[in-house]
């Protein structure tokens, strides 16, 4: 069964920064890509960007070029989110989602972040 | 970047009707749109993708339509475990876009 584990809450301090983990389990980890979505209390979905763990190649959101870092680890099938600079309305419930025909197919848990 | 307006942003509706969802984008685009199911406190659930093909295990009264810059999500008969958001999402090779939402809530 294809399954995304992400890591837990964190709580962070302005201009902080925080590292969130998103391990793939059920599938070959480098055939898809990985994207991730946040969502802010009692808001939407925004896009931040997306990873291909085959090769490494990213392409973030205009909103957060500059202060995200997203990377994997082959060896144990995870990506990681990092933003910088965290702001107060950086506070969100951070996902990682497979994509897969243009849609993300397959999202992990949430991870909560309190700026 | 394309963006993407949903239709309406709260739809009050009773089990048994017919429920349908309007996404618009800015500009024209192949259909690499998918529609998602959220529910409270939970991760988007993937609907629909390439505008019409129905994800494994979704119920068929869900289907979805449209090309170019206008998309539907439509339900065919309104299930009590339907009450939710439904986003839109537009994909090009190097960016996604999500709608605003639209919430289905009980009349």
């Known amino acids: 069964q294809v399954h995304l584990r992400q890591s837990g809450a964190e709580v962070k301090k302005p201009g902080a920064s925080v590292k969130v983990s998103c391990q793939a389990s059920g599938y070959i980890f480098t055939t898809q890509g990985i994207s991730w979505v946040r969502q802010a209390p009692g808001q939407g979905l925004e896009w931040m960007g997306w990873?291909?763990?085959?090769?490494?190649?990213?392409h973030s959101a205009q909103n957060f070029q500059g202060r995200v870092t997203m990377t994997t680890d082959t060896s144990t099938s995870t990506a990681y989110l990092e933003l910088r600079t965290l702001r107060f309305d950086d506070t969100a419930v951070y996902f990682c989602?497979?994509?897969?025909?243009?849609?993300?197919?397959?999202w992990g848990q949430g991870a909560t972040v309190t700026v | 970047d394309i963006q993407l307006t949903q239709s309406p942003s709260t739809l009050s509706s009773s089990v048994g009707d017919r429920v349908t969802i309007t996404c618009r984008a800015s500009q024209s685009f192949s259909s690499w749109l998918a529609w998602y199911q959220q529910k409270p406190g939970k991760a988007p659930k993937l609907l629909i993708y390439k505008a019409s093909i129905l994800e494994d295990g979704v119920p068929s009264r869900f289907s979805g339509s449209g090309s170019g810059t206008e998309f539907t999500l439509t339900i065919s008969s309104l299930q009590p475990d339907d009450f939710a958001t439904y986003y839109c999402q537009q994909y090009n090779p190097y960016s996604l876009t999500f709608g605003p939402g639209t919430k289905v809530d009980i009349k």
């Open positions: 989602a497979r994509m897969r025909n243009g849609g993300l197919d397959v």
């Open positions: 990873i291909g763990p085959y090769n490494g190649d990213t």
